[in-house]
């Protein structure tokens, strides 16, 4: 079990990419949230087994044709306890 912070950049933003997120994390288990920035990135918390974690981030494009992920960050964090959904924070 792993938890990632995660800041996507490309086009991100008015395109559903925190829906297909959420989406795609709830099938593969995982919990957190996710969120717009004010620079046009999104930004996650990503919880879970790590082949899942990865394989998310990897299938998001595909979950829409107008989301395209130019880059990403990622940066391991401290688990959260007892955390059960994966939701959209503002």
Same mark, same amino acid.
């Given at each position: 079990m792993v938890r990632y912070y995660v800041v996507? @950049?490309?086009?991100?933003q008015g395109v559903g990419f925190r829906y297909s997120l959420i989406k795609l994390a709830r099938q593969y288990n995982l919990t957190g949230w996710v969120r717009n920035r004010y620079d046009e990135k999104?930004?996650? &918390?990503? &919880?879970?087994?790590? @082949?899942?974690i990865i394989y998310v981030i990897n299938h998001l494009e595909d979950v829409s =044709?107008?989301? =395209?992920?130019?880059?990403? @960050?990622?940066?391991?964090?401290d688990l959260v306890e007892n955390e059960r959904d994966f939701i959209v924070v503002y």
């Open positions: 996507f @950049s490309g086009l991100v999104v930004e996650a &918390q990503i &919880q879970g087994e790590y @082949s899942n =044709r107008y989301i =395209r992920i130019d880059d990403y @960050s990622i940066v391991d964090i």
